[in-house]
Nanobody, 115 residues
Framework: QVQLAESGGGLVQPGGSLRLSCAAS????????MGWYRQAPGKQRELVAY???????NYADSVKGRFIISRDSAKNTIYLQMNSLKPEDTAVYYC?????????WGQGTQVTVSS
């Protein structure tokens, strides 16, 4: 089993920054990528960014240039630095870990961008 523990969400004003963390534990050997998804009220869950086991990264067009995903392999932790936040970034953010035979999800952390 794999456990994912997210932290770092909260309320921030437009233009502000937040950093999300996701620590993975358990049987993470063999994973091919970790990433962040988000789901706003009434909308489908969507990919935000991911980083592979070889540290390649990919971003949704809506966050390119504003968000940065990184990985600390020694801590089995990924981070999402979110800058220039907009109200439309408001959502529950979910950490995700992918293995060849299973995908794991965290419980989510709320990010609210509002003045």
């Amino acid at each position: 089993q794999v456990q994912l523990a997210e932290s770092g969400g909260g309320l921030v004003q437009p233009g502000g920054s937040l950093r999300l963390s996701c620590a993975a534990s358990g049987r993470i050997f063999g994973f091919y990528r970790m990433g962040w998804y988000r789901q706003a009220p009434g909308k489908q869950r969507e990919l935000v960014a991911y980083v592979t086991s070889t540290d390649s990264t990919n971003y949704a067009d809506s966050v390119k240039g504003r968000f940065i995903i990184s990985r600390d392999s020694a801590k089995n932790t990924i981070y999402l630095q979110m800058n220039s936040l907009k109200p439309e970034d408001t959502a529950v953010y979910y950490c995700n870990l992918g293995k060849p035979t299973m995908i794991y999800w965290g419980q989510g952390t709320q990010v609210t961008v509002s003045s």
